[in-house]
């Protein structure tokens, strides 16, 4: 029946569909609940549940906390009844996982990416996996209600292919449409966006969406990307959009930047620029345990600097408290502008600068009178966009729209 929902359109079925979006927002709720939710009359209520609980799309195994008679039914959606399917696309890595409706991952399976990852192949490996996965855990292909693909790099949304990216240009990707070789596969509906949005819908379909209708998402690696939920929706799907955070000027007669502007955020608050400030320190004498390591300059990688910073090393820690600061700038710039009530920092470097990046935005929001923000660190999970990948699916179906 979910797969149906998307095209119910009479007042009566919108009305069933209100109902058990609201139920899955708000988890396990009784009648009253539902009732203040809602709007719809008891009667109506109590109809609409029995119809839900014969289709088995929601159960009401549960009971509340009695006021003084008997116990209330709690209802809650059938996460078992259906099956996602989510995936990510990057340069490390292909993901393909099954969530329940609920999120909560059942099954992964990974790929590691090299030079032979073709569109075929990479697209061959989700379908083969979807198959495994069916049948490692007994469950038909007819409960699958759909395909999620997060995509780390920009997507042209007219014809579903990743545009503009060097390495997936260099392994055949260009022009290749994700979407009509996915749904020719698996005779399923396949939806596309960038893995930031779906980093951010994740986080807020998991942790935020009963609390707040309003997220701002920043992670910060080799660039930096933002993700936007307002009124409990992502705010667009052009996924160019999610890099232009990192062009906001944060110093206007500050350092050369590859748009043509000079002071742009990338140019302080990423893993390169981090690492070419240690280096340049190194070669100006500095001490740092790097050197100590007796780690040829020339050998010294991104990875090192990382280690660095988690190691606490002196020179690695300032050039980290530097970029934080200029990255704590950024975030206060929009949540000025956006005025979310949630702020989640992720990326490579979301948990080694979200202490000083906390401090900076905190100090500014101060002085700006703002004090309805709460910052968190992204959830640590590698299939954080896959998971996000499966709730685009069941979106899609029983949402109004995903997108503003």
């Known amino acids: 029946m979910l797969k149906d929902f998307h095209e119910l359109s009479s007042a009566k079925d919108m009305r069933l569909k209100q109902l058990y979006r609201t139920i899955r927002k708000l988890g396990k709720s009784d009648i009253t609940l539902l009732k203040e939710e809602t709007g719809f009359k008891h009667a109506t209520c109590v109809r609409m549940l029995e119809e839900l609980l014969s289709a088995a799309l929601i159960d009401d195994s549960d009971v509340g906390e009695s006021s003084g008679g008997r116990k209330p039914k709690v209802y809650q959606i059938n996460a078992a009844k259906n099956i996602l399917v989510g995936a990510e696309i990057s340069q490390l890595y292909t993901t393909v996982l099954f969530t329940d409706l609920n999120l909560d991952i059942i099954s992964v399976r990974k790929l590691k990416m090299s030079a032979e990852c073709s569109p075929m192949v990479v697209l061959d490996f989700i379908t083969d996996g979807i198959t495994e996965m069916l049948m490692e855990i007994g469950r038909d292909r007819s409960e699958l209600l759909g395909i999620g693909v997060g995509i780390l790099s920009r997507i042209d949304v007219k014809d579903n292919s990743i545009t503009g990216d060097q390495y997936f240009s260099e392994l055949g990707w260009d022009r290749f449409n994700i979407v009509n070789y996915l749904e020719r596969s698996n005779l399923l509906k396949v939806l596309v966006d960038s893995a930031t949005n779906l980093a951010a819908l994740a986080e807020y379909r998991k942790n935020h969406w009963r609390t707040t209708d309003s997220l701002l998402f920043v992670a910060s690696d080799f660039k930096i990307r933002s993700a936007v939920i307002l009124n409990g929706k992502l705010l667009y799907n052009q996924s160019e959009m999610n890099e ?146 499966a709730c685009l699916v069941i979106d899609y179906f029983v949402e109004e729209k995903n997108y503003i």
Not at 322 to 337: D, F, K, R, T
């Open 244 to 389: 232009g955070v990192q062009h906001m000027v944060v110093d206007i007669a500050g350092r050369s930047c590859s748009c043509g502007a000079f002071g742009c955020l990338k140019m302080y608050a990423t893993v390169p620029v981090i690492f070419e400030e240690v280096i340049k320190k190194i070669k100006l004498g500095y001490l740092s345990s790097l050197t100590e390591k007796q780690i040829n300059l020339d050998e010294l990688s991104y990875h090192h600097v990382l280690q660095g910073i988690d190691d606490h090393d002196p020179l690695c820690l300032e050039a980290a408290r530097e970029a934080a600061g200029y990255l704590g700038v950024g975030i206060s710039n929009l949540i000025l502008q956006l005025r979310p009530t949630e702020v989640i920092l992720g990326g490579t470097l979301g948990p080694r600068l979200y202490e000083w990046v906390e401090e900076t935005v905190t100090k500014r929001n101060s002085q700006l009178g703002i004090s309805d923000v709460q910052l968190h660190l992204a959830n640590a999970s590698f299939n954080t966009v896959s998971q996000g990948a």
